[in-house]
């Protein structure tokens, strides 16, 4: 047979399939049940896939918390793996024309595009996480993911033997160095000897370059691990070289049993709830006021946003330091960021008695605190 | 069993029809592979290929989309079309936003009528500079310009990651890496049609693309130049008897699309951004060389295959908000189509006949090698 | 100290796996751009094997055969319907990445119990060099072994010298009787089996877990190599462990505290990739002696 007669047979058979594709699918079916109920439509962008075990797995939990709490009072629906770009306005704008009521934008790099979004369609609500920027329909929710690292800077300081920590970060931002100075400030606290380096793998979920990092860390004699990316990579290294790390995001205790001593949960849920039944009983607000940095919803462990699981894999009195420490940002006596507070080169830069309110967190710790080897990138 | 002899003659026609062939046949491909893996492929076409046109705006997005796409698939259709194969294009991006946000961020002192050039002149000469490495190295040295503009892709990623995160920081962005945000005369507006307005997000970069294309089309056809890379391509030989400098040839195409890779990475922030930020391109580079293929390295062609691999794109976001498609089933569908188009390109050139064994010489065991032999060569 | 260096040669592994793999389809005059796609195939049946049937070794073989077959659509192409073999090596990447991201979604955040070590008795008791070089993993052996194997094969078996002969001038070896398309058709499959395993070791060994375009270049690199080793078994060692070397030595960089933004020391393994191409292509008549004659000319002839 002639290949060319075989291939215009082809192509007929294949113009005749499509153009039965396109006609038998009724337009209607996926995109025009958008108003006409009164179900909240809720909708969320994610950063990664749901399954990272991490950050966007983190907001899956929310996701999922809201759908138990409202049961068919809201329609969820999320876009994952949603690049930090013009791409991300185009999606976000879909989901406003798609009649979504309320969208979260659950990553910093959505902050210009949620913001431009939102301008545009004055009537929805719009909720951005981890940024700075506000509009009347957009506001802004946080964790203060620090309260937890305070906590596992304790612990690491009172179980290692070797005063090495190793510090697994992902991208220079206000978020990760309040984490590590934390970090250090809770280690320094019962440790004045142990030292934590930092490795910047530039990613937020890359299970090698995590894992490489990990193990360059232990061979570097580290017997403690921290981290502030997303994957499980670093405790599972931890695991299996018989060192000790912290999860992230999540509780990562099925990865790494014997290695874990606790993670620090982010319960997005309870803000979602929070926000949704807020927009349902008409009383949705953006928190503006006179302070910009309180108009900021920045809650943590006293408001349980912040979850830490048990203390496990430790000593009782480590696990007893620890739950004191975590009781005291709790209730409030401990606010972490108090001076004297002292640079890694000796120089005070927050002088006894006073702290760093919310603002100065974000603007002025361009430093590493005693205890954290090196300098901030860039 | 296979014979090809090469065609005298290249009929338009055939060459016109093959790549519609390869898309329909993708399609075809694509609906085998959903199906295979549990989605409903017509639901899953029409959510790629027809949702995403179903508004006008959307329509205009599509454009806006495919407008980076056809600036650097137009550059590559000359190099690809010299036999020279810059696949850094990713990289020449990113220094062409870098080159462009220097000027627009530290000389906001140029006049608001030459900014708009200068920023041009200078994405150009950003992507042509990186461009111009692996020409350098491969007229002196020899060195594969496929491997050293792919490693530059990766330098390039890094840098403008530094720079946006260190030295070009913006004070105000609180340490999120941003940097200032360009003057008015340093971006791109949205195209206003008299009575009509804005259409969706429709900027004059696309104007600027489609005008780019045609005028490339003149260049490719009716020039020297073109003649040279035309000839460098397909007759090497030839074109070195007849006095051509193949090593300035080479050179030209790599600066010709590193140029243009850079002009598509300012249009991108300019229009889109206002301001730098670590990722400025979304695999763009990587997707040109779908559309320049796809475009049979003709100019004119490149605008309408870009906005076929553009809808593409954007039926990949909509196949995943209404079937929980992930994101990457777009490159499955644009390498298939790669595929496809290299043997409709085969077909294009050569006669191919198949000549299917017959069942009785198989049967008798008649069927031998050197049989086959004979077959062909008569 | 060796925990660095065991670090180290488990980074070069499956640099080692894929460039050999390479290697061998290059010697037979067939530049396959798709390592990156066949090695993320290779990486993303490992992982969804070994998840589901709790059986590393399973992984591996499937990990073998996803490599192949993806190598294999890329011989039908370029072999059989003798499409350009750049851009064919292309669409392999393009298309590897696609539909790796879409077997593996199912998987993204599941973990495995990876391949374990496996001691040599005796010689695992030497001091230092037993810890780094004999308490591997199979597939580490394996690449090792392979890597032997195929400088035997290249340089004395008869089957050798014609794969260079059909590498070198594919109308001479076609003449003599050989069938180019068919041995090149195997050297091409047997590069996808090895990228395919140098995928399989990044989820089994290095981190077992899978995610989205995890081999993050290394396929690239791995074509680099064999430039680099000059089309050499012996040298493509050598180089993967230099290439492992310089991206551990950054990390160690950061964990010292050495004052460099991390970003230029993250470019290192790719700047070493450009400047060794440089180095080894500089001298044109080297290069021209050591690089198959043919290497990514099409044949048209009888198949």
Not at chain 3, 6 to 32: C, H, K, Q, W, Y
């Amino acid at each position: 047979m002639k290949l060319n007669k075989f291939v215009v047979i082809l192509g007929v058979v294949v113009v005749a399939g499509l153009a039965f594709i396109m006609t038998s699918q009724k337009p209607t079916e996926k995109e025009a049940d958008v108003s006409a109920d009164k179900q909240v439509k809720v909708g969320f962008v994610y950063l990664t896939t749901p399954g990272d075990h991490g950050w966007t797995y983190a907001h899956e939990v929310g996701r999922q918390n809201v759908i138990k709490h409202f049961g068919d009072k809201v329609v969820t629906s999320y876009v994952e793996n949603v690049p930090e770009g013009p791409d991300a306005a185009r999606v976000i704008r879909d989901m406003a024309k798609q009649g979504n009521d309320i969208i979260f934008t659950t990553s910093f790099g959505y902050m210009d595009p949620t913001l431009k979004v939102a301008q545009e369609f004055p009537d929805i609500k719009f909720e951005h996480i981890t940024g700075y920027k506000r509009a009347p329909n957009m506001a802004t929710g946080n964790i203060r993911f620090y309260e937890g690292r305070y906590v596992q800077g304790v612990v690491a300081g009172m179980m290692t033997k070797s005063n090495k920590i190793g510090y697994i970060a992902s991208f220079p931002i206000p978020e990760v160095i309040q984490g590590i100075n934390a970090f250090g400030l809770g280690l320094r606290s019962v440790n004045k000897d142990a030292e934590v380096s930092v490795i910047w793998v530039n990613s937020w979920y890359d299970p090698v370059k995590e894992a490489d990092a990990a193990k360059v860390h232990i061979a570097e004699g580290a017997d403690i691990l921290a981290q502030h990316t997303d994957s499980p990579a670093m405790l599972q290294t931890a695991e299996k070289a018989g060192v000790y790390g912290f999860g992230q995001s999540s509780d990562m205790k099925a990865f790494a049993p014997k290695a874990q001593l606790f993670s620090s949960v982010n319960n997005w849920g309870i803000y979602y709830i929070d926000k949704i039944q807020a927009l349902i009983d008409g009383s949705w607000t953006t928190g503006e006021g006179p302070d910009h940095w309180a108009g900021n919803r920045w809650v943590g462990m006293a408001d349980d946003y912040l979850v830490l699981t048990p203390f496990e894999n430790m000593p009782d009195t480590v696990a007893k330091a620890a739950s004191k420490a975590a009781a005291d940002i709790k209730s409030g006596a401990n606010k972490i960021f108090t001076g004297p507070i002292r640079d890694n080169n000796g120089v005070e830069k927050v002088p006894a008695g006073k702290t760093l309110n919310d603002g100065e967190l974000f603007t002025t710790l361009d430093y590493y605190v005693e205890g954290i080897v090196g300098k901030i990138p860039g | 069993m296979i014979s090809m002899t090469p065609r005298k003659d290249i009929s338009m026609q055939r060459t016109v029809l093959t790549p519609v062939f390869s898309v329909l046949l993708t399609l075809c491909v694509g609906a085998g592979i959903f199906a295979v893996l549990g989605y409903d492929p017509s639901a899953a076409l029409y959510q790629f290929f027809v949702a995403p046109l179903s508004r006008p705006d959307q329509v205009a997005d599509l454009f806006v989309k495919a407008c980076p796409l056809i600036i650097i698939a137009t550059g590559l259709a000359f190099c690809y079309r010299a036999n020279v194969w810059n696949i850094g294009a990713e990289g020449q991006i990113v220094m062409g936003a870098v080159c462009a946000g220097g000027v627009a961020l530290f000389f906001p002192a140029i006049p608001d009528l030459l900014m708009m050039p200068a920023m041009i002149i200078a994405a150009m000469a950003g992507g042509m500079a990186l461009a111009f490495i692996p020409g350098i190295l491969k007229t002196r040295f020899n060195t594969n310009e496929i491997l050293v503009s792919l490693m530059l892709t990766y330098v390039a990623a890094l840098f403008i990651d530094w720079l946006v995160r260190g030295p070009w920081r913006d004070p105000e962005s609180f340490g999120f890496p941003l940097t200032k945000s360009y003057g008015d005369a340093a971006l791109i507006q949205r195209v206003e049609l008299p009575g009509i307005g804005t259409i969706g997000q429709l900027h004059w970069g696309v104007v600027a693309a489609l005008l780019l294309a045609v005028a490339a089309y003149f260049v490719m056809s009716k020039t020297v130049f073109g003649f040279q890379v035309k000839v460098m391509g397909d007759a090497p030989r030839a074109g070195r008897f007849s006095g051509f400098n193949p090593a300035r040839t080479t050179l030209g195409v790599l600066c010709l699309s590193g140029a243009c890779a850079g002009v598509a990475g300012m249009v991108e922030v300019s229009a889109n951004m206002g301001q730098l930020q670590p990722e400025v391109s979304f695999g763009y580079g990587f997707t040109a060389i779908i559309v320049a293929f796809l475009a049979r390295l003709n100019p004119l062609g490149v605008i309408m295959a870009g906005l076929v691999v553009a809808l593409a794109e954007l039926g990949g976001d909509r196949a995943q908000m209404a079937l929980g498609m992930p994101k990457v089933v777009t490159g499955l569908f644009t390498g298939i189509l790669l595929f496809l188009l290299l043997a409709g390109e085969t077909f294009n050139r050569y006669h191919v006949q198949i000549n299917w064994p017959r069942f009785d010489q198989l049967k008798s065991g008649q069927l031998k090698s050197g049989q086959l032999k004979s077959d062909e060569e008569g | 100290m060796d925990a660095l260096i065991l670090t180290v040669i488990l980074t070069s592994i499956p640099l080692i796996l894929a460039a050999t793999g390479e290697l061998i389809a290059e010697r037979s005059g067939v530049l396959n751009l798709g390592v990156e796609g066949m090695m993320l195939m290779g990486a993303v049946a490992a992982f969804a094997i070994t998840s589901l049937s709790g059986n590393p070794y399973l992984g591996v073989m499937a990990a073998a055969a996803a490599g192949a077959m993806t190598a294999a659509i890329f011989a039908v192409f370029t072999l059989g319907l003798a499409t350009n073999q750049v851009a064919t090596g292309l669409a392999l990447t393009i298309f590897g990445t696609g539909l790796s991201g879409l077997v593996g979604a199912p998987f993204v955040g599941g973990t495995v119990d990876g391949l374990q070590a496996v001691s040599i008795p005796v010689l695992s008791d030497l001091p230092v060099l037993g810890r780094l070089l004999f308490q591997l993993d199979l597939l580490a052996y394996g690449a090792f072994v392979m890597l032997a194997l195929v400088a035997w094969f290249l340089n004395k078996s008869r089957a050798g010298l014609i794969l260079r002969a059909v590498g070198n001038n594919h109308d001479s070896a076609h003449a003599l009787g050989y069938s180019v398309l068919r041995v090149r058709c195997a050297a091409v499959i047997f590069g996808g089996l090895m990228a395919g395993l140098a995928g399989a070791y990044l989820p089994l060994v290095l981190t077992p877990h899978w995610s989205e375009g995890m081999t993050a270049g290394r396929g690239w690199i791995a074509l680099a190599l064999v430039v680099f080793a000059s089309w050499m078994p012996s040298r493509i060692l050598i180089g993967a462990l230099l290439f492992g070397g310089i991206t551990i030595i950054q990390l160690v960089g950061q964990a010292r505290g050495w004052e460099m933004p991390s970003q230029f020391l993250s470019m290192l393994p790719y700047l070493a990739t450009i400047a060794v191409l440089v180095l080894i292509s500089r001298d044109r008549n080297f290069a021209l002696m050591r690089a198959p004659a043919h290497l990514g000319r099409i044949f048209i002839g009888t198949r």
